[in-house]
């Protein structure tokens, strides 16, 4: 039977189990995003893919070098290689340091020397002849432009080679590459002590070349500050060799050296299914560093390590996949994986979710997750969402394909099913609660990021006026009042017209409008709201699963506000700011209405009308509560009170 895991087994061997089981109760450390570092993927100027693909990743790690940009390199073409090169880490560097993943950038320094698989055996390499001259001249050029881009020390990491135990990037003898080592650390340590630097990047875990090259960085007091190494090997295990490299570190006292995985997944693995596999035993290795290797478009394209498709234009399922991963906060909790599943889990009891990445290493059949302690996230409810990632050959996945999507009682556990009929698929579990997350009320409803609300184009009181983002103008066509129904559904109607948030032709498609339209009580016009993070929400259609969003992330006022897939952006977040209950209580079965804004709500019956049935329906409760306790709205005779000299005064305005 195929089961499942969760991240975060600290480090040195990961839980087996008969059956998959997620303990939401055992946090082992803050949820940090491990494995979603990235080997290139970005334009050679850094400006490519957009940032609704970049950030929502939240990738920690940038490995770059300039690899084949067509100048060639240092040792290749010279200064004049070198610049071009050069040119593109500024940018890319610029790019992923000031966005909202903050990642730090690895300089992959053997590309800029121009060892990028496209060099010839003849072409010059450090050291060659023993002459060390034109390698010093290199560093330094580096470590110049380095500070005259004002390139931070903890946002910066330098990388010696690439898998230098392999020909094709370093066609010379070992004790060459040795040499290279040390005079690179010495030299760069005395002009930057504080730098920190990568190697040795062999293309797999070797004890015996692992320990040889420690063995010589001790002798020669060059260690580096971050020990790497590849994982792209179907038998290579993120978890195995981290603990392996482990007790390496451990019989020299090296166990202070941090640990990266700079290049994951193999080759023949690039399907959703392995991929989250992969993902799941880098994380669960408790490494600090690790980026998704790049085998398909290399090197200067914006695809993201082919998570999109090859244009940059549309995700892939491992995009979703990482862009799941990259949404989990909180902490990352304890699992038990089976031989051939594997996951990585969080849970955030402050903003109550826990997601679930599942992953496959090449089975298929019912596999039956066990969840521990669902409680933490709700006492009563909880929501449970599964979402298949299909392998389609590097095809576009417009959005993840809705499973199952249900709600039963939280308790202390629960089991899913997943009918894994094919291994290269992944599935993400989320699980949220279904109590209300936000209590019922009249709210400003505000864009996260734009600042801008929630209102009824115009003040339209018509079936199908546009609801779009507004500049608050304190209008009562910008507030919506909340009912909550059960199971954090809530249905959100316009406080000036008592219409309801709908979407157009219960439309399912990305871009379906968003509008108001009279409450006909269907799933079109329901909608989840659900916390992301402190005092942010998504506001997801029930009948699509797909979210309120304001169309480009446009901060302009008027912009178009339509649903479109959750891709975690900011312009598809919302806050919800209580107001003061400035609307009298509804008398009927509807919300009264204030037709000519005068603060009388002549609309008594919230009908769009000011007729008869209004006059009948204030007289029929004149001296209820509802009316006495709001004489403000009523008193259409202007005296004070409400009596039937106001239900005359209607009485003359039919």
């Known amino acids: ?6 991240t975060g087994l600290s480090g040195t061997a990961a839980g087996q189990s008969a059956q998959p089981t997620v303990d939401l109760a055992t946090p082992v450390h803050p949820a940090r995003h491990e494995a979603s570092g990235l080997l290139y993927g970005l334009s050679a100027d850094g400006s490519e893919p957009s940032s609704a693909w970049l950030e929502p990743i939240d990738h920690g790690l ?44 690895c300089i992959r320094m053997s590309d800029l020397w121009g060892a990028d698989a496209t060099q010839a055996d003849t072409d ?84 015996n070349l692992m320990g040889q090259f420690l063995d010589m ?64 035993r880098v994380e669960k290795s408790d490494i600090e560093y690790a980026a998704l290797g790049n085998w398909s478009y290399c090197c200067a394209t914006s695809a993201l390590c082919a998570t999109l498709t090859e244009d940059g ?52 059949g019912q596999v039956d997750l066990r969840i521990q302690n669902p409680d933490r996230i709700s006492d009563s409810r909880v929501r449970v969402k599964v979402e298949r990632l299909p392998d389609q050959d590097g095809g576009a996945l417009p959005a993840p394909l809705v499973a199952q999507d249900y709600v039963t009682d939280a308790g202390s556990n629960h089991m899913v099913g997943i009918d894994w009929s094919t291994p290269t698929d992944a599935y993400v579990v ?28 115009d003040g339209a009181t018509d079936d199908g006026a546009a609801v779009t983002q507004q500049a608050d103008a304190d209008a009562r066509h910008q507030r919506w009042s909340l009912d909550h129904l059960g199971d954090g559904v809530y249905r959100i109607e316009n406080v000036a017209t008592g219409k309801v948030l709908d979407v157009a032709d219960s439309g399912t498609e990305n871009g379906a409008t968003v509008h108001q339209w009279t409450d006909l009580g269907a799933d079109n016009q329901r909608w989840h709201v659900e916390q992301t993070r402190s005092d942010v929400y998504r506001i997801e259609a029930v009948h699509s699963g797909k979210v309120l969003d304001v169309d480009g992330g446009s901060s302009e006022a008027g912009a178009t506000v339509h649903q479109w ?8 977040r919302w806050r919800f700011v209580a107001v003061e209950n400035d609307q009298p209580p509804t008398l009927g079965e509807r919300v009264p209405t204030d037709p000519d804004g005068d603060g009388l709500y002549e609309d008594v019956s919230g009908n769009g009308r000011v007729d008869f049935p209004d006059v009948n329906l204030l007289f029929q409760n004149t001296d209820t509560a509802a009316v006495q306790d709001n004489t403000a709205f009523y008193d259409f005779s202007d005296d004070g009170t409400v009596d039937p000299q106001d239900v005359l005064a209607l009485f003359e305005m039919v």
């Open 124 to 207: 010059p390499h450090p050291g060659d002849d023993g002459d060390w001259s034109s390698y010093y001249d290199f560093l330094d050029r580096i470590m110049d432009d380095v500070e005259a881009a004002g390139m931070a020390r903890d946002e910066i990491q330098y990388e010696i080679w690439n898998e230098p135990n392999i020909d094709i990037f370093w066609p010379r003898s070992r004790s060459q590459y040795h040499e290279m080592w040390q005079h690179g650390v010495e030299h760069i340590r005395s002009r930057q002590p504080d730098a920190r630097i990568v190697g040795p990047g062999h293309t797999h875990f070797s004890r």
């Open 1 to 6: 039977m195929a089961g499942l895991t969760g």
């Open 217 to 280: 960085t001790v002798e020669t007091g060059s260690v580096p500050d971050i020990l790497n190494w590849h994982v792209l090997q179907a038998n290579n295990d993120a978890v195995e060799t981290a603990s392996a490299v482990r007790d390496l570190l451990a019989e020299r006292g090296l166990e202070h050296l941090d640990l990266e995985v700079n290049e994951y997944v193999p080759s023949d693995r690039q399907s959703p299914g392995y991929t989250a596999w992969d993902l799941a």
């Open 565 to 572: 897939v959750d891709r975690s952006g900011d312009n598809q």
């Open 62 to 105: 940038q490995v770059g070098g300039g690899a084949r940009i067509a100048s060639g390199g240092w040792g290749t073409a010279g200064e004049s290689g070198y610049a071009a090169r050069w040119d593109s880490i500024v940018q890319q560097y610029e790019r992923v340091t000031s966005g909202g993943s903050d990642a730090e950038y």
């Open 430 to 457: 989320t699980v949220t609660p279904a109590t209300p997350a936000v209590p019922e009320g009249i709210y400003r409803i505000e864009a996260a990021h734009s600042g801008h609300v929630l209102g009824v184009a």
């Open 313 to 364: 234009a549309a995700p892939t399922g491992r995009w979703w996949l990482y862009a799941r991963y990259g949404q989990t906060r909180g902490e990352v909790v304890r699992t038990e994986a089976t031989d051939s599943i594997d996951s990585a889990a969080n849970c955030n009891p402050e903003e109550t979710q826990s997601r679930i990445v599942v992953g496959n290493h090449g089975v298929s």
